[in-house]
């Protein structure tokens, strides 16, 4: 009698591991599955059938006057500048074409895997000002911020979804080399010694993104054939999207323009 | 047909006999019980009756004796005068106050006239009014007509025969609103007169009270009259059972139950019933022909101490909560005291009955009125129990520098785990699936990034106490790691056999040690010496000056010197008389020069000495102080002070090789030591090692490797309630509970098998308990060493040290009364409380006087007598009023007040005896100036006075009264020129700024012999002149004018006073600085 | 220590005591007078019997009584005086005990403090001694529990019609003597033993012998089987294996049955043999029925096992005879 219900225990008990077991199995796998930057998630483009995206960026109408940037705070600041600088918030370039404008794409691209650029993004501080205005980089990417003023600077990112962080940058210090684990648009940059002085840096899950140069123009590579909302932020403008359709080894151009009187949001 | 054989069983036998015996013995029974019922139970009755007579006939003879007194002081001339003075002020205010007295008279005839008119008029008036009142608005006729009935009631008039005085009297017709006025005028008119009448009287009063005053003072104690009345009720006493009942609410007070306290103690002592002997009289024995021999005239005395029920009225406390014993039970005294098997809290026998105060008092040091309690605490302190017996609140800095250290280990792992932690979170919220996720792990991370930040800040705050514990915690005897540099190799096995002969009076018990066990505890302890640490050889000094030193500089108010009949010095301290014969001069130089120097400091979290290596390896210099006291190599603080309570004297270098060679001086020439080649074998150490922990010799020497040993012994904070049956008695219980001593006497007090009879023997014998038994191997036997109780003199054990702890151990129960009886005070008094753990801890008292009626050793040494008394350390009674608590803390940080020249007092550098350096924790300070505060009920905190700035002529008027010959200030007063301050015998007056307290340096200067009897400072420096303080030497013309307090003014002259103003001063100052007294 | 009179002193004059100690004195006085009469009232009935005539007159069933004595007597006042005399002497004796002792109360108790020995009150000390001998269950619930179904049945089974309503020996032997074993022999000596014999820790201590607390005794007590060495080691080889491991237990178990059977078909028989002693008993004894006979046969023989138990305990050491699981004796 006592053995047959010590038996029945003994059995119990086992079902009840069992299900525990087979219950955790999962969860225990969800981390790795779910891992935004996993390169092993999704399969490579398929280089032979991608086409590309380029195209210019235009203001149209006649670009806001910007503003002098007043550097007297420091006069090694203003030693650099024989002009004063100006704004950059609207920075246009010979017929209207807008620079320091991202171009990306907005479709979730995650069922293909990119590894990060290995060579890290530059950012660098010259004449009390950042270099590039606007920079877009890769989640997991390398950001390489240097120093070429002889003044100390410290680059402050507020980012939303990553950490904040806040370095000082004395002149001839060694790089600062962080990474961006997460996507994130228009990280705001700042230097706190020199208010002025500021920055955006965009992080992209894929690596179809642009930024305008003086001229303007954009170009997004290695497409995998699909119809995409291409998305062009400045500064000051916001956005403005536009649907393309790309189909294998096409590539088709795009010309997207903001609109002056808009204040943008 | 056979005979019957005798008569019939049941018919034919008579009962009457049998049923006549048996009767009567119902009979006397009932007697019996009636008898017993009225006397055999209340054996009060006698006493009561007895009591009675006998305080009647002693109430007659006060009678007597006071009714001559008093006669005599009636015909004393003053008495005369007095009473003269009062008759005059009658006679003098005879006539208006009989006036007053004839016109109050009046006004009362005539109230009382008119009283029965205005009374039927106002009770018509009222009725009428309800009448009106009840009739609704709306019926306007109705009510209009009942107004006319009031209006009608109003105007009837009443004729009242009205007295206006000399028995004349008119009649008067008076109507409702007459009599209303009449009556309350009369009323007002009586109040003034009678106030007038005070007035007039007013002398009278006052020579009254003078005349009772004179009586009171000449008479104390109850009057003939008085006593009288006594008598008369006491010879109309009825008997009766006399109950204290006090039945706090919710209160558990009698041991026994939920009930509050029932007392009838003083059924029996009648005589401690304040209704029945006032407070103001103490009735003994002797008063009414009793002796104390026979016990059942116990009762018969008041309470001896009278003043303890301003503090403890019986109302509140009984007699049981205190002194014990079954308040409830009246049959006989053996139940009353509570002193059979049963009956868990007998009363305290005489030589312990203090035992009572710790009940409530357990967490004071020292209580007043309660030597004995005292005493016993203070030897369970010094005499080293404390060492291996744990006691709540007796010197527990070891216990909280566990728990300190192990909080800030707990706490360092913790961050550690966060360390780990953060970034696993961080890697988490990168590789998130989505955002909220990555914030939450984000938020989780920075949060725990602040909480190890804030735990950085706590472990600040336990590293801060940790040392300020160290610096508290003191160990009972000297320090072992030292013994290779300290100590005579051969010396120590024979302390170790002969503790008590070497030295009578040392603190250290006398254990029962085998030959072998000697040597390898011996072995063990020298072995785990320090080695390697050489002290550098330095030149002997001069004895003679060392002498003159040890007598004048204060050692001798804690250390002894001298053997048997010719030791002097107190008992604080061990005795020094063979320090010679153990001692290593180099060590003992440096140890004059300061105790608390140490060879390595220890750590206690890496639980090892600290070797100038480890501090070479961190490339820091070997140097550790209470200032440089962090372990190079992790950080956390270090014992870096020998744990001695000896303080440091500040002296010279040569001044203490001075002492030190005078000390070495000290020892038996004849004295030998064999030697001890066993003490360098290590396997002997090693057997050592287990004897050293068996015994708890770390529990009063730090020893290496044995730093954390605890406490071997029981803790003894509740030892008192401990049931009996916990107690083992072993061989002796039967003995014991059947009266029969240790030695085979019987005992005097009868069977002695309860708590005190257990810490008596124990105490006088620890080995008691094991006689009889069959214990081979000396680690089973009891270890309790024989504490050193004997007295130096007699070489007995000292009865008194042997009651005193006794009563202590007695009174540690776990407390039965509740709490709102326990002395816990929140106010000025728990300050003073806590005070005296520390000024008993490092022998304040042994140099200072801070009760008011406390004797220092000081006072009695040899040296201190006669003129040099003048050179006794200062008198504390007021020390918290007299000077500015933040100088105060600032002073006992550092006595000498000067960084560079340490080798002086700082207030009283003209005083041979030293102020010397405790290095007190901040704690210990703290609590200190509190408690000399508290002590002159001060308020804390100390806000100072504003004191406004001197005007010019103020100024020179000060300067003139300072350098007046009437007022030689700079004689005696110290101006910092060495020249003079060769015969400075009071402080330099630029301290007082900051170091007095301006209010008390005024009472001071205008009476200083008030503050400090025979004080070197003279009185009559001022007079009272009306309400200001003149000064008594001739005033210089110019300032005749002058208005203001001269006293005041003198104090706030001195609380500005520069140097160099007092050395320009010093030329003018009469006889001027330099010049010796007496010029 | 030997010859520590104060020890014994201590015992008796306990308050708790007094019963036990008046017992002492009570029961062999009462034992005495009872005999006193029961051998006047049998010379009596001999004296009658000798006589046919007064054999006739005086019945035999009632208290003998000679020629010239009344043959019924009044209740007042030949009944009340005695119960009035009773009365008073108890009364008395009653006062004189409550002047002289005080209830025996004690310090409030204290849960953490065991006191040595612990004594059940005296009326039960008589259970407390028996827990040596048996486990508890059979000592302190079964043996209890007869004891009392046992004096209820005694009615029922006494079957001899004579020595109601006055003392007789010849009459009753068997009676008596069972009841002096039974009560005095067993319930009395067992009380007197429990209150002076028994010491700290319950150990025996005889008189005058000092109640050593930290007395120190060494005793084995084995049980029977132990002592015959049963431990069904052959009977483990013919048991299924589950069961190997208790066989020793079913081993003792079943060898326990015996020594008890044994016992009991033996005292059946001894008093057997007993009732058929004399010519009177052996004529009760035909009258009872088969119930009767056995029930009285059972309860005897439980009682007559108890001082055998006690012998076996005390002199020989055996903890045990018979020992089973769930109950021992």
Known sequence: ?265 | MPEPSGPDPITGKSWSTIMLVSTFLLMLTVAWSLWSEFFGLRPWRAYQRDFASAYQDFLGKQIAAQTKAEAAVYSSPEYKKLKADLDAAQQSAKPKDDEFARRIALADLQRTAITPAFQSARGQVGALIYQVEIIPESNKSARDSAKKDVDGAKAETYEVEYPLGDGKTEIRKMNYDQLNAGFTDLMALKASLVAQQAEVDSSVKIAQIKLNEFVKEKLPGPSAAGLQNLRNAMSTFKIDMHQINVNPPGAMLNYVGGIGLVDRCQSCHIAMDPLVVPVTMTLTKADLGRTMAASHDAPFTSHPDQDLFNWHPLEKFGCSPCHGGNGRALDSAERGHGRYEHWLWPLNYRENFTAGCQNCHASDMVTEHAEVLNRGRSLYRTRGCIGCHKYSGFDDENERLTTTRQQIMQLESTKHDYSIEIPRLNHQADIAPDNDTAHKLNARATSLTIESSKIDAQLQTLESVSSSLMRESKRVGPDLKEVRMKLRKEWIPVWLTQTHTFRPTTKMPQFRLEQDEVQKIAAFIWQQGIAGQKLNPVAPGNAGHGKELVESRGCLSCHSIGEDSKTIGGDFAANLSRIGEKENYEYLVRWVHNPRERTLPYCPFEKKDITPEDYKKHRLPFQFDLDHSRCPNDGHQLEVQQPTIMPSLRLSDEDSRDVATYLMAQKHTNATYPPAPYMDDPKLAAAGRALVQHYGCAGCHEITGLEDEGRIGTELTNEGSKPIERLDFARYTEDAKRGMLINGKTSPRGPWYDSKGFFEAKLNDPAVFDHAKFKPDPMDRLRMPAPNLTDPKTHQIDKNDVDALVTFLLGSVDPQLPTEYMYRPADRRHAIQEGWWIVTKYNCIGCHQIGIDQKTTMQDLPFYQAENKANLPPVLTSEGARVNPEWLKRFLANPSLSTTDTNKNGVRNYLQVRMPTFSLADNEIRKLVLFFEALSSQEEPYIAPKSESLTNTETTFARALFTNPAAPCLKCHATGDPAHDKNATAPNFTLAAERLREPWAERWVTDPAKIIPGTSMPSGLFRREGDRWVFTGAIPSEFRSYAGDHANLMVRYLMGITPDEQRRLQGRSSGGGASPPGK | MWWDWHQIWEVASAPDNVPIVALLFFIPFYCWLAFREAKKNDELIAKLEADPAAAKTAHRKTQPYEKGWDREVHTWPYLMRVELLAAILVTVLLMVWSLTLNAPLEEPSNPNVTMNPAKAPWYFLGLQEMLVYFDPWIAGVVMPTIIIVGLMAIPYIDENPLGNGYYTYRQRKFSIWTFLLGFIGLWVLMIVIGTFIRGPGWMWFWPTQTWDASRVDFAVNRNLDDVLRIDGAWMAHLMPGSWKPFSGLIARGIFGIFPVTFYFLASGYFMNWLANRTAFSRKIYKRMSLLQTVTMLMLLALMLSLPLKILLRLVFRIHYVWETPWFSV
């Not at chain 1, 410290?154 to 806040?166: A, F, L, Q, S």
């Not at chain 1, 997460?182 to 010694?193: G, L, M, Q």
């Open chain 1, 1 to 265: 009698m006592r053995i047959r219900y010590s038996a029945y225990v003994l059995v119990a008990a086992g079902l009840a591991f069992a299900l525990v077991s087979c219950g955790k199995s999962p969860e225990t796998g969800q981390p790795a599955g779910g891992g935004g930057s996993a390169p092993a998630a999704g399969q490579a483009v398929d280089a032979a059938t991608a086409g590309s995206v380029t195209g210019t960026i235009k203001l149209d109408g006649a670009a806001p006057a910007m503003k002098n940037i007043n550097m007297s705070a420091e006069a090694y600041c203003m030693s650099q500048h024989a002009t004063p600088v100006k704004d950059e918030s609207v920075v246009t370039g010979p017929g209207g074409t807008l620079s320091n404008v991202v171009v990306y794409i907005q479709e979730d691209m995650s069922k293909y895997s990119f590894a990060a650029p290995t060579d890290p993004a530059k950012f660098d501080q010259k004449g009390c000002q950042y270099h590039p205005h606007v920079l877009g980089m890769m989640a997991g990417q390398t950001l390489q911020v240097t120093n070429s003023d002889t003044t100390t600077h410290n680059i402050h990112p507020v980012p939303k979804d990553n950490r904040d962080w806040n370095q000082s940058q004395p002149p001839g210090a060694a790089p600062i080399m962080e990474v961006f684990a997460r996507p994130e648009n228009a990280i705001p940059v700042k230097c706190n010694v020199h208010p002025w002085m500021k920055s955006y840096l965009f992080v992209f899950k894929n690596p179809y993104f642009s930024v305008t140069g003086a001229d303007g123009k954009f170009s997004i590579a290695n497409l995998p054939p699909g119809t995409y909302t291409i998305v062009a932020w400045q500064e000051q403008f916001g956005t403005t999207t536009q649907q393309v359709t790309i189909g294998a080894k096409e590539s088709k151009s795009v010309n997207l323009s903001f609109n002056a009187a808009s204040s943008g949001d």
